[in-house]
């Protein structure tokens, strides 16, 4: 069974840094092109940023220079450093394996930028 679990949310106050991981289960991370969403309060789940298994990475325009996102494929998790964080990066993040075969999520971790 596949599972996706992400963690690393919390309170920050503007201007700092947080880093999620997500490590997932199952047998697939090695080829998974894996991402991070975030879906803010009233608003539709939105791509921040994916790599793919070789290591290529893209962004979302509003996170470019801010946040990093990283592989480890000899420990299945998936990272996104989070630096110079706005009040306005604050959503519930979502772990994404997706291959052409499989579309696999995990259940959240809440980011909250706030003085």
């Known amino acids: 069974q596949v599972q996706l679990e992400e963690s690393g949310g919390g309170l920050v106050q503007p201007g700092g840094s947080l880093t999620l991981s997500c490590t997932t289960s199952g047998n697939i991370f090695s080829t998974s092109v894996m991402g991070w969403y975030r879906q803010a309060t009233g608003k539709q789940r939105e791509p921040v940023a994916r790599?793919?298994?070789?290591?290529?990475?893209n962004y979302v325009d509003s996170v470019k220079g801010r946040f990093t996102i990283s592989r480890d494929n000899a420990k299945n998790t998936v990272y996104l450093q989070m630096r110079s964080l706005k009040p306005e990066d604050t959503a519930v993040y979502y772990c994404?394996?997706?291959?052409?075969?499989?579309?696999?999520w995990g259940q959240g971790t809440q980011v909250t930028v706030s003085s």
């Open positions: 790599i793919t298994a070789d290591g290529y990475a």
């Open positions: 994404n394996a997706w291959s052409g075969r499989y579309d696999y």
